[in-house]
């Protein structure tokens, strides 16, 4: 009886490490993505970048399916949809911005069934002016 439920306890442990690995490892804003990174990790964005990117690396979801939801002002402004090919898959999404956009923007990554696995925020802010700057 004992060793049933040794390894009745092993399977449970393999298991919920198994799930608690799934999910998503990294995700970023960044200005660009170069040999599938990010280049850079933002949390403050200026006006004058006019794309912006969200990286995400996923771990045990493959087969699934997440969504790259892109929020300004609780308004959804795009879905982008992604099937997941890998046990560690790398992905992004980007957004062109609009200089008059400032303020916080959120990213939602969601599951097959529109539940939030991860969720980050940027704020885009009025990029500096010549004038603004101090001289040296």
């Known amino acids: 009886m ?6 009745i306890l092993s399977c449970l442990m393999f298991i919920s490490i198994s799930v608690q690995s799934a999910g998503i490892s990294r995700s970023v804003f960044t200005t660009e993505i170069k040999d599938k990174e ?5 949390k403050q964005i200026p006006s004058d970048i006019t794309r912006v990117y ?5 771990t045990g979801l493959n087969g699934h399916t997440i969504i790259h939801r892109w929020e300004y002002n609780g308004q959804v402004l795009a879905d982008v949809k992604f099937q997941v090919n890998g046990d560690r898959w790398r992905t992004w999404s980007s957004k062109n911005m609009l200089s008059s956009w400032l303020g916080k923007w959120q990213v ?11 969720q980050s925020e940027f ?5 500096e002016t010549k004038e603004q700057k101090v001289p040296e």
């Open 108 to 118: 939602s990554v969601l599951d097959e069934g529109g539940n939030v696995i991860e």
């Open 54 to 58: 969200f990286f995400t690396e996923i």
């Open 2 to 7: 004992k060793i049933i439920a040794s390894v």
């Open 38 to 42: 990010p280049v850079s990790e933002l």
């Open 123 to 127: 704020e885009y802010v009025a990029a």
